[in-house]
């Protein structure tokens, strides 16, 4: 099998990423959204991984991409295949927690006023936190990082007046 392009090569790493965070395959939104582009883009990413030989999928049913191969099989380092916890940059974490932070409080704000709105908080900065978390693992952060980000959201979202 042919070695897949630095591209490709990203494509795979995400999928390998993402199955083993959430157990599942991701959709091709999931994969336009990580890396920014339209889903026609990644409709034509992932055809040309099935016919590279690189994943397997069935055509109409969600979620059924299913790499071929062994994951340490990927390309290393030059091609992205795993992220090195030590180029993950504390830039990259920031994002992450500020806009769950700013999504949070978005919500809250527009509830505000609202019966419950203290009891709804919790949940909402409870559920940013989780979704911080999920997002930083999946950029390839240790777990102590992991931790550090979600513990971030709920104590700046958190105590925030909206």
Request: aromatic fraction near 4%; hydrophobic fraction near 45%; glycine fraction near 6%.
């Amino acid at each position: 099998m042919p070695s897949p392009t630095p591209k490709q090569a990203e494509y795979l790493a995400f999928i390998a990423r993402y199955s083993a965070v959430h157990e599942q395959a991701p959709a091709e939104a999931d994969i336009a959204q990580h890396f920014l582009v339209s889903a026609p883009t990644v409709h034509q990413m992932i055809l040309k991984l099935e016919a590279g030989g690189w994943i397997a999928r069935e055509p109409g049913v969600a979620r059924s991409i299913r790499l071929l191969g062994r994951s340490d099989d990927l390309p290393t380092r030059g091609h992205a295949a795993r992220p090195s916890h030590a180029v993950l940059s504390d830039e990259a974490i920031d994002i992450v927690v500020a806009t769950a932070c700013e999504v949070a409080e978005g919500i809250v704000h527009r509830l505000r006023g609202m019966p419950l709105c203290s009891d709804i908080r919790q949940v909402v900065v409870a559920a940013a936190a989780a979704a911080a978390a999920r997002r930083v693992a999946a950029l390839g952060a240790p777990p102590a990082e992991v931790e550090r980000a979600r513990k971030r959201v709920e104590q700046s979202a958190g105590t925030k007046d909206v």
